[in-house]
């Protein structure tokens, strides 16, 4: 049975919906086309022309990156810088680039999640939760229909709450309506007011999730014209926001974390604002540059900020109250192709999802 790209993208979009990328990014389908059959996938961090060698080698016409390429538009394609020949390559060995970039850093089981893993954080949260993600479906259906509903909003992503699924709240009513001419009602009379039993439905969801959320529902619900509400939360979504914040059970002492930090990582040298000579319980996380975490990561009372292109200017925001350690942009979030990788291997069996083997790492230490 054949896959189409789209149906890849389906999937990447259910974990990170393109949505929830930084408005200066250009996360997404960056070349190829959507009804292209798929004959196997391979992730990395970066897209470059060695990794697209490595897609045609491995038997893969599509690449899934995190850093998306085509980044800040694209005036000439004459191969005259990596970008511009890394596209014209991707077009000529038809090769479709999907990035999935900071959408996938917005979500407690992305790019951080895999940091925390390293690290052996527990009690994972969200540093910055993002207001205006969370909303609530509320729908009214006949009470033989509820389930059917349900099982639908479910199926399509409504009702997580962290470790928990399929949540909602369900209370017996009775609803009433007169169908008008021109009406085909499913129950009741032409001209006259009928009361239904029926059930009120009510289930939050992630705010990009809606329209998918909406089409479901009324997929499964029986009526002509489906009352429904959609209420915006001011409580933000527990698993969407930038950073994660997490503890170390037991702290450990600063020298041996900092060792922690260089083994699970890789990193040739971590650049880190004074040590303390405090215990490092509270530790946040952020994948790539994460200066613009700094004040939250110290008003969250954390010991450890683990992130990485830091200035030196930043590091004096540490302030004595916390220790930065930049471990390196690619050292911090090089476990993302694995995961990646794991999501897409879940769901396709009938071709190969593969990790790119290239370090694509474009800086070097000398020590
Ligand atoms: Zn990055």
């Not at 990395?44 to 060695?50: H, M, V, Y």
């Not at 259906?141 to 909003?153: E, I, L, Q, T």
């Not at 979504?237 to 600063?254: K, N, R, S, T, Y």
Request: charged share 20%; glycine share 10%; proline share 5%.
């Amino acid at each position: 049975m054949s896959v189409k790209v789209s149906r890849i993208i389906e999937v990447l979009e259910q974990l990170a919906p393109p949505a929830l990328q930084e408005s200066y990014d250009n996360a997404g389908l960056l070349t190829g086309n959507p009804d292209q059959e798929c004959i196997g996938v391979l992730c990395t961090l970066d897209c470059t022309e060695e990794v697209l060698e490595e897609a045609v080698a491995k038997g893969c016409n599509m690449v899934v990156a995190h850093h998306p390429i085509i980044f800040s538009g694209l005036k000439k394609i004459t191969g005259s810088n990596y970008v511009q020949r890394t596209v014209i390559s991707a077009i000529r060995k038809d090769l479709a680039i999907y990035a999935i970039h900071t959408n996938l850093d917005h979500k407690l089981d992305g790019v951080n999640d895999r940091i925390a893993d390293r690290i052996g954080l527990t009690g994972r949260r969200i540093l910055d939760p993002r207001p205006g993600t969370l909303k609530k479906l509320v729908c009214f259906v006949p009470v033989d229909f509820a389930g059917a509903v349900r099982d639908a909003m479910f199926a399509a992503g409504a009702g997580g709450i962290s470790n928990y699924d399929e949540c909602s709240f369900n209370t017996p009513g009775t609803g009433t309506f007169r169908a008008l001419e021109g009406a085909d009602p499913f129950t009741g009379r032409i001209g006259s007011r009928h009361e239904e039993p029926e059930t009120r439905i009510e289930a939050v969801f992630p705010s990009p999730f809606e329209n998918r959320i909406v089409k479901a529902m009324r997929a499964a619900h029986p009526y002509e014209e489906v009352a429904f509400d959609i209420l915006p939360l001011a409580n933000p979504h527990p698993g969407i926001g930038a950073g994660l914040v997490g503890e170390l059970a037991p702290a450990l002492g600063e020298k041996e974390f900092l060792g922690l930090l260089k083994e699970a990582f890789g990193t040739g040298i971590i650049r880190h604002s004074p040590l303390r000579g405090v215990p490092v319980q509270r530790v946040a996380v952020c994948g790539g540059a994460g200066s613009f975490l700094i004040s939250k990561a110290l008003a969250a009372g954390v010991d450890f900020f683990v992130t990485a292109d830091m200035k030196y200017h930043e590091f004096f925001d540490a302030d004595g109250r916390m220790v930065i350690a930049d471990i390196g942009h690619f050292e911090s979030e090089q476990y993302t192709s694995a995961l990646l990788q794991e999501v897409l291997v879940k769901k396709f069996t009938t071709f190969a999802v593969l990790k790119s083997e290239v370090n694509t790492n474009p800086v070097r230490y000398f020590h």
